[in-house]
C-alpha cells in the first residue's frame, strides 16, 4: 500500500492536473505503467518546424499543448492571437507522425 502512495504522489507531481481522484482507483501495476507513460511525455521531442527540441522556460506557460501527450509548444511559431479561435488544437510533430501510422487521423 506505501508503493502505491508513492508512486501515485509521483504522478501527481509530474502532471500537476489534479487527476489525484482517478489514480486512487487505479491498482499497482496501473499506475506504475502511467508513471513511466507520464515520465515518457515529458522527454525532450524536436519541432518538426525548426528541428529544435521542446522546450519551455521554467515558470512559462506554453500557448499549446499537444493534444496527445501534453508536451508544450514552444512557440517557434509566431501565431496571430486574433486568429486563434476557441476549440483550436495542436498536435507536436511526434504524436502527428504516430497518429498517421496507425491511421488514428487522416492524412
Not at 78 to 96: E, F, I, P, R, T
Request: charged content about 25%.
Amino acid at each position: 500500500m506505501k508503493k502505491k502512495k508513492i508512486i501515485t504522489k509521483a504522478i501527481e507531481l509530474i502532471n500537476d492536473d489534479g487527476t489525484i481522484d482517478k489514480l486512487r482507483t487505479l491498482q499497482y501495476n496501473e499506475l506504475v505503467t502511467c508513471l513511466v507513460h507520464t515520465m515518457n511525455n515529458r522527454m525532450p521531442k524536436k519541432c518538426k518546424d525548426c528541428n529544435e527540441l521542446y522546450k519551455m522556460d521554467i515558470g512559462s506557460q506554453p500557448l499549446f499543448r499537444c493534444m496527445l501527450c501534453n508536451v508544450g509548444m514552444h512557440n517557434c511559431k509566431k501565431m496571430d492571437k486574433n486568429l486563434m479561435v476557441s476549440g483550436l488544437s495542436w498536435m507536436c510533430h511526434g504524436c502527428s507522425v504516430t497518429s498517421k501510422e496507425n491511421n488514428i487521423i487522416e492524412n
